[in-house]
């Protein structure tokens, strides 16, 4: 057992490949249809808003993907991101257990949206695009992109949901920093942002808006394409950086985790630190459980339907099979902005009904509290988002103990909540409160789509 509590990889053991966990599925994910014909899409449907390498990710079933040398370039500046191992945690929980965390959060951006950023912006640059439209929730995805499209000389044009873009200002501002513009959705820019606003003046917006506003411009010239910072395959196959580092890093312990963990949005951070360990088990039968976190108040993997559903609220994305709980449901204010997603990625969905990874939902009372016991152990404040993963860690080492064993437990700590001390503010002042979707409202949500199963 290593005497640090830090698991550093040096530069020259870090991955040069994503993988791609589309190689290794026992039962493929179906396919996206179009959003008129209900036939399968190929790549030439998807062309009008991806650039073509990506859009030849997003159907790859080549296991590993190179990762080119100006992303990989740039991951250097932040990466590997370190484990540790949170000793001062588990002493102050009194557990047996061995807790370890993945820390996302010490770059650029503060989360681990840089990833995905870095390598969008590139291969958007490669094909000769100007300016990229994107939708972000509470911002961390609008920040990556902002700086990552600076670097790599496009425009960026952000939609940000508005009830974070008035709760969380400080996002805007960065944004504007590296040369970014910024938008509250729903906004009167688009045929999509007027609809809504004409039916709630004062809605709160949704990332399923932002996405639809998002697209509309993108469509709408050929030198402007469209980004989405979570949900894809290509999105998840970046991420899967953090799990490759991470099984390196276990290595140098003489640990192996029996449970990985992360929170879920629209399951890129949770992909990306779980799929290499589940190729592990499905390729060489290393067992481990593998957990997803989301909010009680927008639950679609513990709650929602597996079946076709649009991406966006205005239906312009393809249908895609995943669970999802309609994409007309605008989920309740909670302050895991990133958590506010109506659907949940095709791969994670698959897997997720073939049983090979858990779901679990939790109230955000509990999570805020798991968040500052962390905090005060650790040292780093996390993202509200995180505090997910948190709290679901902690029930893994209470049910060990309970059960009198050890367990050895990962999880990500998807970013750091720097810019979000206004929700711990309300946290601290008892203004949090506690919501959870019921199973009446679930069935209103999804009444009406008549989607294919
Ligand atoms: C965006 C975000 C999430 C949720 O998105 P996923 O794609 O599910 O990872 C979680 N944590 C942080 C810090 C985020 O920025």
């Known amino acids: 057992m290593t005497k640090s509590t830090k698991i550093l990889l040096s530069e020259n053991e870090m991955p040069r490949q994503w993988y791609n966990i589309q190689a290794d599925m026992p039962n493929k994910p179906l396919p996206p249809l ?73 770059n650029y951006s503060g989360s681990h949206k840089a990833n995905t950023a870095i390598a969008q912006a590139y291969y958007n640059m490669k094909e000769g695009i100007k300016r990229i439209t994107t939708e972000t929730g509470a911002g961390q995805w609008g920040s990556a992109m902002s700086f990552a499209c600076h670097h790599f000389g496009l425009e960026l044009l952000v939609f940000m949901v508005r009830v974070s873009f008035d709760g969380k200002p400080g996002r805007k501002i960065m944004m504007n920093s590296y040369g970014a513009q910024c938008v509250p959705s729903p906004s009167n820019m688009t045929a999509a942002g007027r609809k809504i606003l004409e039916a709630d003046p004062d809605s709160p917006g949704s990332l399923g808006i932002a996405i639809s506003e998002a697209m509309e411009i993108a469509v709408q010239d050929p030198y402007t394409k469209y980004s989405l910072g979570s949900v894809l395959n290509h999105v998840i196959l970046h991420q899967t950086i953090i799990g490759e580092e991470a099984l390196r890093q276990m290595e140098k312990t003489d640990d192996y985790p029996d449970v990985v963990i992360g929170c879920f949005g629209g399951g890129s951070n949770f992909s990306g630190i779980a799929f290499p360990f589940l190729r592990e088990k ?172």
Do not use: W
């Not at 095709?346 to 905090?375: H, N, P, W, Y």
């Open 34 to 106: 179009h959003p008129a014909t209900r036939k399968p899409i190929g790549p030439e449907d998807l062309a009008a808003v991806f650039p073509m390498e990506l859009i030849k990710q997003e159907v790859s079933t080549e296991r590993y993907i190179d990762i080119p040398d100006e992303v990989f370039d740039l991951y250097k500046t932040y990466r590997p991101s370190p484990i540790y191992r949170a000793i001062a945690l588990e002493k102050d929980l009194g557990t047996k257990s061995r807790i370890y965390y993945k820390y996302e959060g010490a």
């Open 282 to 453: 499905l390729v060489n039968g290393r067992d481990i459980r593998l957990m997803a976190v989301e909010p009680a108040s927008c639950p679609k993997l513990t709650k929602g339907k597996f079946m076709y559903d649009f991406g966006d609220s205005a239906g312009m994305t393809p249908l895609l099979p995943m669970y999802t709980l309609g994409h007309n449901f605008i989920p309740e204010k909670i302050h895991a902005g990133g958590l506010r997603y109506h659907g949940a990625g095709v791969l994670v969905s698959q897997l997720l009904k073939d049983g090979f990874i858990e779901a679990k939902a939790k109230m955000q009372r509990e999570c805020f509290e798991a968040g500052v016991m962390f905090t005060k152990n650790e040292g780093i404040l996390p993202a509200p988002e995180s505090n997910y993963a948190i709290a679901a860690a902690l029930d893994e080492a209470r049910k060990a103990d309970l059960e009198g064993v050890s367990k050895t437990i990962l999880f990500n700590l998807s970013g750091h909540g720097h810019m979000d001390i206004s929700a711990y503010q309300k946290y601290y002042e008892g203004n949090l409160p506690d919501h959870e979707l019921t199973d009446n409202e679930v069935i209103e949500a999804l009444a009406g789509l008549d989607f294919p199963d």
